[in-house]
């Protein structure tokens, strides 16, 4: 079993910057796959990024450039740096992990990760 608990969301105005954390208790994050989706309001989650235990890391499209995902060992967590933020990124984001069988199979949320509660991310314009 996985705990995993978000930090760090907020209100910021578009072009602005948010760095989310991700922090696991349970068991080691090097053992899965960890990575953010997110959902805004009437809409499915997305991916949003994922980075492998290798440390190997994969975007979505609509914010490549701008995320960077990266892992600290050592504090068991995960972070997602967003930058240029955009209002369309308003959102709560849920951290996950699991298994990796390859990203389109991630990105499908196959099989099920574990899932910390969310953080709402509001950027205004």
Excluded: H
């Excluded at 609509?62 to 995320?67: A, D």
């Excluded at 199979?105 to 509001?122: L, R």
């Amino acid at each position: 079993q996985v705990q995993l608990v978000e930090s760090g969301g907020g209100l910021v105005q578009a072009g602005g910057s948010l760095r989310l954390s991700c922090a696991a208790s349970g068991r080691s994050l090097n053992s899965y796959a960890s990575g953010w989706f997110r959902q805004a309001p009437g809409k499915e989650r997305e991916f949003v990024a994922v980075i492998r235990w290798s440390g190997s890391t994969y975007y979505a499209d609509s914010v490549k450039g701008r995320f960077t995902i990266s892992r600290d060992n050592a504090k068991n967590t995960v972070y997602l740096q967003m930058n240029s933020l955009k209002p369309e990124d308003t959102a709560a984001y849920y951290c996950a992990a699991g298994e990796f069988r390859g990203l389109s199979v991630w990105v499908s949320m196959s099989p099920a990760p574990y899932w910390g509660q969310g953080t709402q991310v509001t950027v205004s314009s």
